[in-house]
């Protein structure tokens, strides 16, 4: 869920960055008091992702319009569906329309990937798809929030939230036993330890300093059966690397049980939304 609390600094940061100059265009040619609604539709079949965001941009810019949703956040909706409506003063519609669009394509587009790679999943299995930490500073309880609209899963959220070691933290603490020991005397009793290997090699390092996850750094499909095949009943195995559509079936009959996607983040397409003002004369949907 996305409180107000935690939605209004993001809110708040990206209308100022766009309305530092105040908006001279709107200003100069629509009347202060001028009312207008307009509709918020998708161009593309898409999963809705971001109405709370939507409507907050707009009740910053002023508590006196009306926000409408008519498609709820992971409804599939398709091309000229109306997601959203705004009613009230049309200065304020204008001056939020590029911020509220900004964040729900963003929103909508990543939450839409996310659902493509869960489809993409064979039925009856137990494997996971979740995101990384490559997400956009400052935008990263959003995007998260649009994994999960889209019916994956999140990584670790901080870097405190979970112990992996990872490649540089395997060189600077002298390997990966000895890694993983520091690791058990420094985290909770509540915190499981992943690592990352490159090798085979490395996972029975891994495995061996007991390790609860690896995590399989682009490993190719047939070691991916063999690393498999050794952590079974001793180790969580997590894929991660070149994840497209196309491989998940595969890793996920091959009995891994979670692939890590950054391309869910840092490579969604912007969903294509668009807000347009209503002539006065039509119908509201």
């Known amino acids: 869920m996305l409180t107000r609390a935690l939605l ?11 309305l530092e100059g105040g908006d001279i265009t709107t200003e100069a040619t ?15 079949e898409v999963v809705v992702c971001g109405g709370d965001v939507f409507r907050a941009v707009f009740a910053e810019v002023d508590p006196k319009l009306e926000i409408a949703t ?50 993409a999943l064979p039925p009856n299995v137990t494997t996971r ?14 995007e998260r929030y649009a994994v999960r609209t889209g019916g994956a899963h999140n990584h670790r959220d901080t870097l405190g939230s979970a112990v992996l070691i ?24 509540t915190s499981r330890v992943e690592v990352e290997v490159e090798s085979l090699s490395q996972l029975d390092e891994a ?7 690896v995590m399989l750094d682009n490993f190719t499909p047939s070691n991916i059966d063999a690393a498999v095949a050794r952590a079974k009943g001793r180790a969580l195995v ?6 497209t559509l196309e491989r998940v079936a595969a890793l996920a009959k091959a009995g891994v049980d979670v692939i890590s996607v950054g391309a869910l983040t840092h490579s969604a397409p912007a969903a ?3 807000l347009d003002i209503v002539p006065s004369d039509t119908p509201a949907p």
């Open 8 to 18: 209004l600094p993001a809110v708040v940061r990206a209308l100022a960055e766009d």
């Open 70 to 119: 008519l498609a709820a956040d992971g409804a599939v909706v398709r091309p000229g569906d109306v997601l959203w409506t705004v009613r009230g003063n049309a200065r304020s519609i204008l001056m939020g329309e590029r911020t509220a669009l900004n964040f729900v394509q963003r929103m909508t587009g990543i939450a839409t990937l996310a659902r493509k790679y869960v489809s």
């Open 238 to 243: 997590e894929v991660s690397g070149g994840i």
């Open 272 to 274: 294509d939304i668009g």
């Open 30 to 44: 629509v009347e202060l008091e001028a009312e207008a609604t307009a509709n918020a539709s998708a161009r593309s």
């Open 207 to 213: 495995l061996a300093a007991g390790a609860d996850i």
């Open 129 to 142: 798809i979740t995101d990384t930490r490559k997400t956009t500073p400052g935008l990263r309880m959003l």
């Open 166 to 189: 990872k490649d540089n933290h395997i060189v600077a603490a002298g390997g990966i036993g000895r890694a993983v020991a520091r690791a058990r005397m420094r985290a909770p009793h």
